[in-house]
């Protein structure tokens, strides 16, 4: 299928990308950046069922084999046989989405946009499903009276900051060293917010009256921060690192409070794409973007770099 783009979205693992040096790169070059995007069906393949020319659509970013054990519960972000097979997701080895148009391999691996504003739609695909595919298996654990820590409030961390809000009755605590993100959380839906520094840790314990939160999301992954997430974990509590800041946090007995457990998320299922797109239609959450068309791009990305962008940066191929 061809896409004609209406949006595309920016993100720090575009930079991670763009830093990496030529020895060694792991994708084809030239490529096109981009793994978060929506447009318009403006031609399909032979073959194709279940969309038509004209349909406004998101894709679905971490393509897999669609066969394996994983793919076939919706799980493509693990595809069991994609290395093997060269599949890799748009914007992230195969074509991405800044451009004027882009391939979609399957009909699969779209979603219809059911009205939703391709702007605020973009960082759905990612920015949502990956905090949304965080949160999950750790709703269970916040129950009332209980707390969640969002660590940085980029273009993840105030979309977390919403889900939270919409799927528990949690109380949120989000840290950042930007004051302007924390004001941001606040008008999202935290309950407290507080500078992402030294004394962030007891802060928390402060706040929890020395017990700690059961879950803390951590997006930015820096080694300060996954630090951070560790000292205010409660017992039993769930760890997420989803930032690729390159911190990591020790695990074993001592280490960390009895039964706490650390996982690293990627991404998210189709089933939770679905989701995701369903929770905005709902108005339950909502991006805060900053739009630039093709050409300004890199000045979107330096902005990006130097953390100044307050929320998600959307890029207008055809505006």
């Known amino acids: 299928m061809l896409l004609k783009v209406t949006a595309a979205g920016a993100c720090h693992s575009d930079i991670a990308v763009m830093s990496w040096s030529a020895d060694g790169f ?20 032979a073959g194709v069922t279940g969309v038509t ?9 971490p393509w897999g084999c669609g066969t394996c054990l994983n793919c076939a519960a919706g799980k493509e972000y693990y595809c069991l046989r994609a290395a093997e097979l060269g599949i890799h997701p ?15 391999d399957d009909p699969r ?8 504003d391709p702007v605020a ?21 916040l129950v009332p009276g209980a707390t969640a820590v969002v660590i940085g409030v980029g273009g993840l961390g105030h979309i977390a900051v919403q889900i939270l809000r919409a799927m528990t009755t949690a109380r949120i605590i989000a840290l950042d060293v930007n004051e302007e993100k924390l004001s941001l959380a606040r008008a999202v839906g935290a309950h407290e917010t507080a500078l992402s520094d030294e004394q962030a840790a007891a ?26 997430a560790g000292a205010v974990a409660s017992v039993e509590a769930d760890i997420s690192i989803v930032g690729i800041g390159g911190g990591s946090l020790p695990v074993g007995f001592g280490f960390l409070p009895f039964e706490a457990s650390v996982s690293a998320p990627y991404w998210g299922s189709r089933g939770e794409f679905h ?32 953390g100044q962008v307050n929320g998600r940066a959307v890029i207008l191929p055809n505006g």
Do not use: C, N, W
């Open 203 to 228: 802060k928390i314990r402060e706040l929890t009256d020395g017990r700690g939160a059961q879950a803390v999301f951590d997006f930015v992954g820096a080694q300060p921060t996954v630090e951070t």
């Open 109 to 116: 691996h779209l979603a219809p946009l059911g009205g939703l």
């Open 90 to 104: 748009p914007g992230l080895g195969a074509p991405g989405s800044m451009a004027e148009y882009m391939l979609v």
């Open 26 to 45: 792991p994708y084809e070059l030239p490529m096109t950046l981009g793994h978060e995007g929506v447009g318009t069906v403006a031609a399909l393949g």
């Open 53 to 61: 020319e004209g349909d406004a659509v998101a894709v679905y970013g």
């Open 275 to 306: 989701e995701a797109l369903e929770l905005a239609r709902a108005g339950a959450i909502s991006v805060h973007t900053e739009t630039y068309s093709l050409d300004e791009a890199p000045h979107a990305y330096e902005r990006l770099h130097d």
């Open 121 to 141: 739609a973009v960082p759905l695909t990612d920015a949502a499903l990956t905090p949304y595919h965080a949160i999950k298996p750790s709703l269970p654990k």
